[in-house]
């Protein structure tokens, strides 16, 4: 079955500019993450939704970073007014089910890159 | 601050050679501990989760163990396509929101035929 999407895959843009990145989880997983990775480094947790409200958005860096989910589906990650220092690989994963301990599936990320 | 350490950052085996990754952690009231696998430009995969001390999974050559304040990922007589990034992480704790993970940086494996 198809597994979690992320789109673009690569995105490039300019200090200053605002960019979405989207996220469509595994058909009926209700949970959905948020991370990021800069160059070999391990993932940092950003956000996670149950449904469509995050309980806890403590991770995000600062308020340019903010994320939504509509319809317990499809996920957005908008950073503002980017700086180089977000340049990283934002991967997206979602879980079957909310609650405690079930394993995560992972998307294949969007690599930004902000000049 | 709660942490996860992860030794070696790489590791470099011959086929055939076991060796074992370590995976140390400071959370209290740990609800789980997840080893994941990564390939180069690709999303992490998942391998196991472990829950509670003395538990052991097991997954073709990997072998996963917990204790109270680690866990190692053994791999016995690795294979080329082995050669992979693995990472571990540890959820919130009870205290804590159930869908933070942390993870750590990871090991490097290369495996040479």
């Known amino acids: 079955g198809a597994g979690v999407s992320q789109s673009p895959s690569n995105k490039v843009t300019e200090k200053g500019k605002d960019v979405e990145l989207r996220c469509d989880p595994i058909?009926?997983?209700?949970?959905l993450y948020w991370y990021r990775q800069s160059l070999g480094q391990g993932l940092e947790f950003l956000i996670y939704?149950?449904?469509?409200?995050?309980?806890?958005k403590s991770g995000l860096p600062s308020d340019r970073f903010s994320a939504e989910r509509t319809g317990g589906s499809v996920s957005t990650l908008t950073i503002q007014r980017t700086q180089q220092e977000d340049s990283a690989v934002y991967l997206c994963?979602?879980?079957?089910?909310?609650?405690?301990?079930?394993?995560?599936?992972f998307g294949p990320g969007t690599r930004l890159t902000v000049t | 601050e709660d942490q996860v350490t992860q030794s070696p950052e790489a590791l470099r085996l011959q086929e055939g050679e076991s060796s074992s990754l370590n995976c140390s952690y400071t959370v209290s009231g740990l609800r789980g501990l997840f080893w994941y696998r990564q390939d180069p430009g690709k999303g992490p995969e998942f391998l196991f989760t472990?829950?509670?001390a003395g538990e052991e999974k097991e997954k073709e050559r990997l072998k996963a163990t917990l204790t109270k304040k680690e866990s190692f990922l053994h791999i016995t007589a690795p294979k080329p396509e082995d050669s992979a990034t693995y990472l571990c992480a540890v959820q919130a704790p009870e205290t804590d929101s159930w869908g933070k993970f942390q993870f750590g940086a990871g090991t490097q494996v290369v495996v040479t035929p």
């Open positions: 058909s009926g997983h209700t949970a």
């Open positions: 472990l829950y509670s």
């Open positions: 939704f149950q449904g469509n409200s995050a309980p806890d």
């Open positions: 994963a979602s879980s079957q089910f909310s609650g405690p301990s079930y394993e995560q599936y």
